[in-house]
């Protein structure tokens, strides 16, 4: 009997800190170690320590580089993980870019609630700082797709591409003689710039994540944009939109593009507001020129409308511009960054529209607003929310309930057990009857902490 077990650290009952821990008889990994963000009783798990030590991981196997699945890794280094990460060079790009900016905000954050004084905690510290991801960076073992990599003893990783964003993958994991695959967040089968996810392996543990698991996405509809910034200029207005810096803004940035090829909306100046964005940009250009995406154009983001604000200067001239514009900024969910400054500013004018391209967890800024919060808490204070504000769910990248279904239904062989993850309940539940049903598998909606023997 196997002695394989894994443990379910995180995204149970939500959609962030996504962390699995692997154990065999001679080794252990961990799959992800995201942040929890939204609520603040998810926010302070992150101050919980894990119940292993750090230093006793055999490795870290990292899916991408968004925050939710990557942003715990300075934690773990500063607590004594000195390991290998092993992800796609990609990844490792990315992951490298939202980790800096991370500790940037997490330490101007610090400074902000101590020299203000809201914070609850005397003094208010940052969960990690620039020295430790600095650290975590030397860390990253860059691991090619398609290829069985044996990360600690008696463990091997093999990484395919999940179509999520740019050098996203899924991980299969071997330990002991059971094999699990992690579905790390699964893209579409149709995203402008990646290729679809990879065939899964027939294993016989699934672990896969259940963001969209209740619903099906509607049929693209690029009138909601276009409809939204032409009367928004028309009122003289500043389209605020909240964009995730990776891959995210890439998709905006091409579709408001299109769109003023098509004449369907008037030619914006289109503020690209974001470090980790313009950073992530650049890696993007470099897939691009290296053939590594579906579309060729190197120049593909080096469009005319397109203005980088580099410095603070810039960005807070952009708090009340002058004349209609379009604003991208992040982060997605508005739970920092500069769009908190923006719509500091820009909420309390009905001129103005934020449009929201991306899911929104419970307990961040961006899902209050798509409730229709009449205000919003910012740095303390509560913000009249008079804008008009927009939903867009045509920008997802996150394979919806049937598609995820019809990606594991090419799986070769049915696992034993399905565990899903990743998702708020209600999600989590859905996908988990959908799988039932549709393909006849034993699905399970785990809990935070449980822990279980692989198959």
């Known amino acids: 009997m196997t002695s394989a077990t894994l443990t379910f650290l995180g995204a149970v009952g939500t959609v962030t800190g996504s962390r699995f821990l692997v154990e065999g008889a001679r080794g252990r990994l961990l799959v992800d170690a995201g942040l929890f963000q939204g609520l603040a009783d998810l926010r302070r798990r992150n101050w919980t320590p894990p119940p292993f030590a750090p230093a006793m991981l055999g490795g870290v196997v990292l899916t991408h580089a968004h925050l939710d699945h990557s942003g715990y890794l300075p934690r773990l280094v500063r607590d004594g993980f000195a390991g290998s990460i092993y992800c796609t060079e990609a990844t490792a790009e990315l992951a490298s870019i939202v980790l800096e900016d991370s500790a940037h905000l997490q330490a101007e954050d610090a400074r902000y609630a101590n020299d203000t004084g809201y914070s609850s905690h005397r003094p208010a510290l940052p969960l990690y700082d620039a020295d430790d991801v600095a650290k975590t960076v030397g860390l990253f073992r860059p691991t090619e797709l398609f290829t069985r990599v044996v990360v600690a003893p008696g463990v091997a990783v093999t990484l395919r591409p999940a179509g999520h964003i740019l050098g996203s993958s899924t991980a299969e994991v071997e330990v002991d003689g059971s094999r699990a695959l992690f579905s790390g967040d699964l893209g579409r089968p149709h995203h402008p710039l990646l290729d679809a996810p990879a065939e899964p392996p027939a294993v016989g543990t699934v672990v896969v994540e259940s963001t969209y698991g209740d619903r099906e996405h509607p049929p693209a509809d690029d009138e909601l944009l276009a409809s939204a910034v032409t009367r928004t200029a028309a009122r003289g207005g500043t389209v605020l939109i909240p964009a995730f810096a990776v891959d995210r803004t890439e998709l905006v940035l091409l579709e408001l593009h299109r769109l003023m090829e098509a004449g369907r909306i008037p030619r914006l100046a289109v503020y690209v507001d974001s470090p980790m964005a313009l950073a992530s940009l650049e890696v993007y250009r470099k897939a691009l020129a290296q053939n590594g995406l579906r579309r060729r154009e190197s120049s593909l983001f080096d469009l005319p409308e397109v203005r980088p604000v580099r410095d603070a200067a810039g960005s807070e001239r952009l708090n009340k511009p002058t004349v209609p ?71 997802s990248v996150h394979a919806d309930g049937p598609e995820v279904v019809r990606w594991l239904s090419r799986m070769r062989s049915a696992p034993r057990t399905a565990y899903v993850v990743h998702g708020e309940p209600p999600a989590s539940a859905a996908l988990a009857e959908m799988i039932r049903q549709d393909l006849g598998w034993n699905a399970v909606v785990p809990s935070l902490g449980e822990r279980v023997r692989l198959d």
């Open 325 to 395: 514009c379009i604003v991208v900024s992040a982060s997605g969910m508005a739970s920092g960054g500069r769009v908190v400054h923006h719509l500091r500013h820009q909420l309390p004018d009905p001129r103005n529209t934020v449009v929201l391209t991306g899911y929104q967890a419970v307990g961040t800024r961006g899902r209050q607003l798509v409730d229709g919060a009449r205000q919003v808490k910012m740095h303390g204070r509560y913000v009249p929310v008079h804008a008009e504000v927009v939903q867009i769910p045509d920008f």
